[in-house]
């Protein structure tokens, strides 16, 4: 009678260890599985993106060779009137408007959000706002900055910077810290405008990084949303006299 007992006592650890090891097997295999869907999951949009992304520069390219015949369409034009004051204003235009790289002398401005949260400190102290971009970019113009940019987005009358979460958006493409500020003009003046602005000592009090540097020779892409332009005047009428 014990050793019938024994058996049962036996089969039923057997059933039990076989439950077990048909449940693990399962599991592993399951797990498997769903490693092997999530990276051909992976894969797929990692090439997605790389279409995407090639169609993008496709696009870019294909806006930079139709600005460049119509600038040079322009000034073929602008030649052909032997006009050299409307050849001087029309370089003032293309340079001010941001349709061209530029190179000069200014200063680099690096912000970073604070590293750590200081005890009882908001967090919307310690990071970067769209209102302090603004802040020290109107202290830049104050300034006499001829061109500036924001993370090589050239920065124009028609740029806006608006907070996306941690991010921000800068001529319709996202960016996220630290952000790189490249101003061109007067050094010293630029320098002297950034230290002395309060908005920046208040950034800094809140550990908020900021690094300024003065820099013999900048170069500044042109506008990217230069291809669009119409997106950006699409509400206006000229005015018949």
Same mark, same amino acid.
């Given at each position: 009678m014990k050793k019938t007992g024994s058996q049962y006592i036996f089969l039923i650890v057997f059933l039990i260890f076989g439950i077990v090891v048909a449940v693990q097997i399962k599991s592993t295999l399951n797990a498997k599985r769903l490693i092997a869907s999530n990276t051909l999951s992976a894969d797929m949009l990692k090439e997605d993106l790389a279409k995407a992304q090639k169609e993008t520069d496709d696009l870019n390219a294909a806006i930079d060779e139709n600005l460049i015949v119509m600038n040079n369409t322009i000034k073929s034009f602008i030649? =052909? =009137?032997?006009d050299e004051k409307l050849s001087v204003d029309w370089e003032k235009v293309i340079i001010t408007t941001g349709l061209v790289d530029v190179k000069g002398p200014g200063i680099t401005i690096k912000l970073d959000d604070a590293p750590a949260r200081e005890p009882d400190t908001p967090v919307n102290w310690l990071i970067i706002h769209d209102q302090d +971009?603004?802040?020290i970019l109107n202290e830049l113009k104050k300034a006499g900055a001829q061109a500036i940019s924001i993370n090589s987005e050239r920065i124009v009358?028609?740029?806006e910077q608006v907070c996306a979460g941690p991010t921000i958006l800068i001529n319709g493409n996202r960016h996220s810290v630290p952000y790189y500020i490249e101003a061109i003009g007067d050094p010293e003046l630029l320098y002297e405008s950034i230290s002395n602005c309060s908005r920046v000592a208040e950034m800094t009090e809140f550990? +908020?990084?900021v690094e300024i540097t003065k820099v013999k020779e900048l170069q500044l892409s042109k506008f990217s949303g230069a291809g669009k332009l119409d997106r950006y005047i699409s509400g206006l009428e000229e005015i018949k006299k």
């Amino acid at each position: 009678m014990k050793k019938t007992g024994s058996q049962y006592i036996f089969l039923i650890v057997f059933l039990i260890f076989g439950i077990v090891v048909a449940v693990q097997i399962k599991s592993t295999l399951n797990a498997k599985r769903l490693i092997a869907s999530n990276t051909l999951s992976a894969d797929m949009l990692k090439e997605d993106l790389a279409k995407a992304q090639k169609e993008t520069d496709d696009l870019n390219a294909a806006i930079d060779e139709n600005l460049i015949v119509m600038n040079n369409t322009i000034k073929s034009f602008i030649d =052909q =009137q032997n006009d050299e004051k409307l050849s001087v204003d029309w370089e003032k235009v293309i340079i001010t408007t941001g349709l061209v790289d530029v190179k000069g002398p200014g200063i680099t401005i690096k912000l970073d959000d604070a590293p750590a949260r200081e005890p009882d400190t908001p967090v919307n102290w310690l990071i970067i706002h769209d209102q302090d +971009i603004k802040v020290i970019l109107n202290e830049l113009k104050k300034a006499g900055a001829q061109a500036i940019s924001i993370n090589s987005e050239r920065i124009v009358p028609m740029s806006e910077q608006v907070c996306a979460g941690p991010t921000i958006l800068i001529n319709g493409n996202r960016h996220s810290v630290p952000y790189y500020i490249e101003a061109i003009g007067d050094p010293e003046l630029l320098y002297e405008s950034i230290s002395n602005c309060s908005r920046v000592a208040e950034m800094t009090e809140f550990n +908020i990084r900021v690094e300024i540097t003065k820099v013999k020779e900048l170069q500044l892409s042109k506008f990217s949303g230069a291809g669009k332009l119409d997106r950006y005047i699409s509400g206006l009428e000229e005015i018949k006299k």
